[in-house]
């Protein structure tokens, strides 16, 4: 009996706990900056946002995050150093511009590796994503979540791309990461690796004719004003990542660091609705600016499939055989 009378006190103490309001958990009132890169009225600023409303529901209001965007603490490279160095708590960014950190993160950069959305979440929600992201925490980072940058389509100012030829002496501005220079040089391309926080301007000035990004950041970023032609190609599936400084979140307690996750998987269901619902408003709303838009048949793809199958060729001899098997051991399992 009083065993029994033991493990129903024990119960409900806690069941109690869970319960507690943040008031009663261990969580202290802090300021969190959270930069990124494209503008508040983007899907990364919507999702941006969204974090910080329920990061401030589950705290009682003491975890504050506050979103910079427009890249006003800098490019993705300099916000992933701050937080490094313990100068910035969080940031979202692109993995592509996390190989200079990491490098098997350029797996995820091969062309044409994610036929859908439902293979790309499954891989990077999964064992395969978790395990890559892990690997930030010696270099300073705590990966939280994978949002969704999209499939990537090119754009430029001089003519329809309606083969990989069109795109021969093309100044195609690219993400500073060997794979994409290496890819659209392979097109005949030539390919100018850039911070994205240049881009506009860029495009502007002519310094280059064309860039590469999802439809909803060409729209949200008002490509259109800049650049008369896109080509929907799909040619590679582009992850965001929820970043933390790793010094600051090694600081937060158990409740703090439960709560922050909690907040970053709502984000990450908001974030990929919202981008998926987005990009189909984009489309129709890039036809209305005036953009010239073709699709490129399922035969011209395989064409810039084989023209760039190196690419892993050259990925798996860089020392990235083992991740890209991985990789692979795990989209086998999806589709
Ligand atoms: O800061 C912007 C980046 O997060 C992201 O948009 C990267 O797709 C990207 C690009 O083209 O730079």
Same mark, same amino acid.
């Given at each position: 009996m009083?065993?029994?009378?033991l493990?129903?006190v024990a119960?409900?103490?806690?069941?109690?706990?869970?319960?507690?309001?943040a008031?009663?958990?261990?969580?202290?009132?802090?300021l969190?900056?959270?930069?990124?890169?494209?503008?508040?009225?983007s899907n990364?600023?919507?999702?941006?946002?969204?974090?910080?409303?329920?990061?401030?529901?589950?705290s009682?209001?003491?975890? &504050?995050?506050?979103?910079?965007?427009?890249?006003?603490?800098g490019? #993705?490279?300099?916000?992933?150093n701050?937080?490094?160095?313990?100068?910035?708590?969080?940031?979202?960014?692109?993995?592509?511009?996390l190989?200079?950190?990491?490098?098997?993160?350029?797996?995820?950069?091969?062309?044409?590796?994610f036929a859908?959305?439902?293979?790309?979440?499954?891989?990077?929600d999964?064992p395969?994503?978790?395990?890559?992201?892990?690997?930030?925490?010696?270099?300073?980072?705590?990966?939280?979540v994978?949002w969704?940058?999209?499939?990537?389509?090119?754009?430029?100012?001089?003519?329809p791309?309606?083969k990989?030829e069109d795109l021969s002496?093309i100044k195609?501005r690219?993400?500073?990461?060997?794979i994409?220079? #290496?890819?659209?040089?392979?097109?005949g391309?030539?390919?100018?690796?850039m911070?994205f926080?240049?881009l506009f301007?860029?495009?502007?000035?002519?310094?280059v004719d064309?860039?590469?990004?999802p439809v909803?950041?060409?729209q949200?970023?008002?490509?259109?004003?800049?650049?008369?032609?896109?080509t929907?190609?799909?040619h590679v599936y582009?992850?965001?990542?929820v970043?933390?400084?790793? &010094?600051?979140?090694?600081?937060?307690?158990?409740?703090?660091?439960?709560?922050?996750?909690?907040?970053?998987e709502?984000s990450r269901a908001f974030e990929?609705s919202?981008?998926?619902?987005?990009s189909?408003?984009?489309?129709?709303?890039?036809k209305?600016?005036?953009m010239?838009i073709?699709?490129?048949?399922?035969?011209e793809l395989?064409?810039?499939?084989?023209?760039?199958?190196?690419?892993y060729?050259?990925?798996?001899?860089?020392?990235?055989a083992?991740?890209?098997?991985?990789?692979?051991?795990?989209?086998?399992?999806?589709?």
């Open positions: 009083r065993q029994f009378l493990s129903t119960i409900a103490v806690v069941t109690l706990v869970g319960a507690l309001p008031q009663a958990q261990d969580v202290k009132s802090r969190i900056r959270f930069g990124y890169g494209l503008s508040e009225n990364q600023g919507r999702a941006a946002k969204f974090f910080a409303q329920e990061l401030d529901k589950q009682g209001g003491k975890l &504050r995050l506050k979103g910079f965007g427009d890249a006003t603490l490019s #993705d490279v300099q916000m992933q701050a937080l490094i160095g313990g100068a910035q708590e969080m940031m979202v960014g692109s993995t592509a511009t190989v200079g950190i990491v490098k098997d993160f350029g797996v995820y950069d091969l062309p044409f590796l859908n959305e439902k293979e790309a979440d499954a891989v990077l999964g395969f994503g978790e395990k890559l992201m892990a690997r930030l925490q010696e270099k300073g980072l705590v990966g939280l994978y969704e940058n999209g499939f990537r389509n090119l754009t430029n100012s001089k003519r791309v309606t990989y002496g195609l690219v993400m500073q990461n060997p994409y220079i #290496d890819m659209f040089n392979q097109f391309a030539n390919a100018v690796p911070a926080s240049e301007t860029a495009l502007e000035t002519g310094t064309g860039q590469e990004n909803t950041t060409i949200s970023s008002k490509f259109y004003e800049v650049q008369k032609f896109l929907i190609s799909r582009s992850p965001w990542i970043l933390a400084s790793k &010094r600051w979140h090694d600081g937060l307690s158990a409740d703090e660091k439960k709560m922050l996750q909690s907040a970053a709502a990929r919202d981008s998926r619902k987005a189909i408003e984009s489309m129709t709303e890039l209305a600016k005036g010239q073709n699709e490129l048949p399922a035969a395989q064409r810039m499939r084989d023209k760039v199958k190196p690419a060729d050259k990925f798996a001899a860089d020392g990235g083992q991740v890209l098997a991985d990789l692979q051991a795990a989209l086998a399992k999806v589709r």
